[in-house]
């Protein structure tokens, strides 16, 4: 087992499913892990079973919502103000949307917002503490519901023809360009010390869906004896997190730990450099340009 003793790592959507999984098992290699939650209650109670399991208090609770992304700025500059670097950042929080089409107090459609506008905005705003470490990496978690894409850039709200599964795998598809267009980047920054991949943790069973309604909710009650559980769900993003094999290695998409390719007509260089663009407008961050 990897000892992370001295690893300050960052765990969003920690307090259940595939974030604890991942945080605890991460705190009981020795890491300072931080719970970035919406929930106070569950995220302190999250913490104590956490710190309990590892043996040890190093883990901290910060609270924000992801779609709203004035709390993701207060709690970057929270975690810019209290840590001296970042090592591990997982972007692990996400949301299948429900039936109707819901809004950010910025007006922006909530699960674009959760599943990525938030993520890229928070690492952008951390990102200094990222190159602070020795050897960061930042683990985007996807999904092979991004094959499922229907983008456009036209109508990245989906104000026209919302559905939550269009929602679900667009953002899933803008998780893992995002990861591939970050890596391009700092290869072209010469930054060697942070490393990004992105990842599909496997179908799990977890609470993961309990906001969607309809066929959804049922199809995932008639799946839920064939799905794996949170741990095995986190294995994929502990390998990325630990793993010395994966050390220098940049951009990749993984399934059961290994690499796959990207399969999506959407999956090209220059849409992952408009998406980027588009999304610096839309989250106001502008890093690596």
């Known amino acids: 087992m990897t000892d992370l003793q001295n690893q300050i790592v960052l765990v969003t959507g920690a307090t259940s499913g595939i974030g604890e999984a991942t945080a605890r098992t991460l705190a009981q290699r020795g890491a300072h892990v931080i719970l970035l939650a919406r929930n106070a209650a569950k995220a302190e109670a999250t ?17 924000a919502d992801l779609a709203d992304l004035d709390q993701v700025r207060r709690v970057a500059a929270e975690f810019n103000a209290r840590y001296p670097r ?10 299948l ?14 699960g674009l917002a959760t599943n990525y506008l ?9 990102f200094d503490k990222l190159q602070q470490s020795p050897a960061a990496r930042i683990i985007n978690v996807s999904s092979e519901g991004y094959r499922l894409a229907k983008p456009n850039f036209a109508d990245l709200q989906q104000e026209r023809g919302y559905g939550p599964m269009r929602v679900y795998s667009n953002t899933k598809l803008y998780n893992i360009l995002f990861t591939q267009e970050l890596a391009r980047r700092l290869r072209a920054h010469g930054i060697q ?6 990842l599909h943790p496997g179908v799990v069973a977890s609470s993961f869906a309990s906001d969607s309604n309809g066929w959804m909710a049922a199809a995932m009650l ?3 004896p064939f799905m794996i559980s949170a741990e095995q769900g986190a294995a994929t993003s502990l390998f990325l997190a630990a793993d010395p094999s994966v050390a220098q290695i940049s951009g990749g998409y993984y399934v059961k730990k290994k690499p796959e390719a990207v399969k999506h007509p959407f999956s090209t260089l220059a849409n992952a450099r408009q998406l980027w663009q588009h999304t610096e407008e839309l989250t106001g961050a502008q890093f690596l340009d």
Do not use: M, S
């Open 47 to 63: 913490r104590a079973a956490i710190q309990q399991a590892a043996g040890h208090d190093r883990v901290d609770v910060l609270l």
């Open 86 to 95: 970042l090592d591990i950042l997982v972007n692990n929080a996400g949301l």
């Open 97 to 110: 949307p429900g039936k109707e089409r819901k809004t950010t107090p910025q007006g922006y459609e909530a």
């Open 118 to 126: 938030g993520p890229f905005l928070l690492t952008a705003l951390v």
């Open 193 to 198: 010390n942070v490393t990004t991949n992105a």
């Open 222 to 224: 008639l799946a839920r």
